[in-house]
């Protein structure tokens, strides 16, 4: 098993930038690829970022060029930089775990794997 903590959710205005963190746990060397998906009111959770092992990324394209994803894998830790941020960003963010051999490919076509407990981005004037 392995256990997913998030943190760094706030309320900011439109514009502005938040750092959201990871800390992962547990069975850690089963842990492949990573990503931060998000789920706003009466939508689907989607995915917004995904990075490998190796330190590949892809971004959903309403996020491309304003957010960043990164890990370290010796500090067991994920974050999510976005700047530029929209009131359509608004949402609960996921931090998501997979385990090896799973693809951000098979990613992006849909949930699975491990979730942290969600933090709450607000992006409000």
């Known amino acids: 098993q392995v256990q997913l903590a998030e943190s760094g959710g706030a309320l900011v205005q439109p514009g502005g930038s938040l750092r959201l963190s990871c800390a992962a746990s547990g069975d850690i060397f089963s842990i492949g690829a990573m990503g931060w998906y998000r789920q706003a009111p009466g939508k689907q959770r989607e995915l917004v970022a995904g990075i490998t092992s190796g330190g590949t990324a892809d971004y959903a394209d309403s996020v491309a060029g304003r957010f960043s994803i990164s890990r370290d894998n010796r500090k067991n830790s994920l974050w999510l930089q976005m700047d530029s941020l929209k009131p359509e960003d608004t949402a609960v963010y996921y931090c998501?775990?997979?385990?090896?051999?799973?693809?951000?490919?098979?990613?992006?076509?849909?949930?699975?794997?491990?979730w942290g407990q969600g933090t709450q981005v607000t992006v409000s004037s």
């Open positions: 998501n775990a997979r385990r090896r051999g799973i693809t951000l490919a098979t990613m992006f076509r849909g949930v699975g794997g491990y």
